[in-house]
């Protein structure tokens, strides 16, 4: 399955909260978006187990967009080889124009992980002889893929940027990004269909 862009973070609201209306604008243009989670974002302390899972899919419906969740632990989320053939194998699998990871400035060790993750498994995706490298016939299966671009969307609970490349106006699908009621960690997260 390909995919026009892949938005790979840390937890299930990051992408939401990164650029929720922008992947609203995507999806209603007709571009097929794949999100992936690097942890199910267990254990919250805000919500039983298993909610969390429940309001992901809930999100990613009203945004019109896929899920998925690896299995990285979260709180423990760290840049390893592993996760970095691990992210590189999808990307060559779902072969997408654009990735979006997160900020690298950032607070939370789980998202600062992600940010070298994600800008690593880029770069591994489009090498060849991974089976010369030891660990790495992991990506044996999948022809090498080079995306166009990769962008860092910025996470509002992390500090603010005193620039940045662009802006994207999301006033158009505004309402649709509210509908998606994020709350991110230290408060109650919660995402629900009017
Ligand atoms: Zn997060």
Redesign the pocket.
Same mark, same amino acid.
């Given at each position: 399955m390909s995919y026009d862009a892949l938005v790979i %973070? %840390?937890?299930p +609201? +990051?992408a939401e909260a990164q650029m929720g209306g922008v992947l609203a604008k995507l999806s209603d243009r007709g571009q097929r978006i794949l999100l992936v989670d690097l942890s199910d974002g267990e254990p919250t302390d805000f919500g039983a187990r298993g909610e969390r899972a429940e309001q992901a899919a809930a999100a990613a419906a009203i945004l019109g967009v896929e899920r998925i969740s690896l299995t990285m632990q979260d709180r423990l989320v760290a840049d390893s080889l592993p996760a970095r053939l691990e992210v590189a194998r999808l990307i060559r699998q779902h072969r997408p124009r654009w990735v979006f990871g997160t900020g690298e400035a950032c607070v &939370?060790p +789980? &998202?600062a992980a992600a940010a070298t993750i994600v800008r690593a498994a880029v770069f591994f995706a489009r090498l060849e002889n991974w089976d010369q490298v030891p660990g790495g016939e992991v990506l044996a299966s999948h022809a090498p893929w080079k995306i166009h671009r990769l962008f860092f969307p910025h996470?509002k609970?992390e500090p603010g940027w005193s620039d940045a490349a662009f802006a994207v106006d999301v006033s158009g699908v505004y309402d649709r990004k509210r509908r998606v009621r994020i709350h991110? &960690?230290g408060q109650r997260w919660a995402a629900r269909a009017l």
């Open positions: %973070a %840390a937890h +609201d +990051d &939370h +789980d &998202h996470c609970m991110l &960690h």
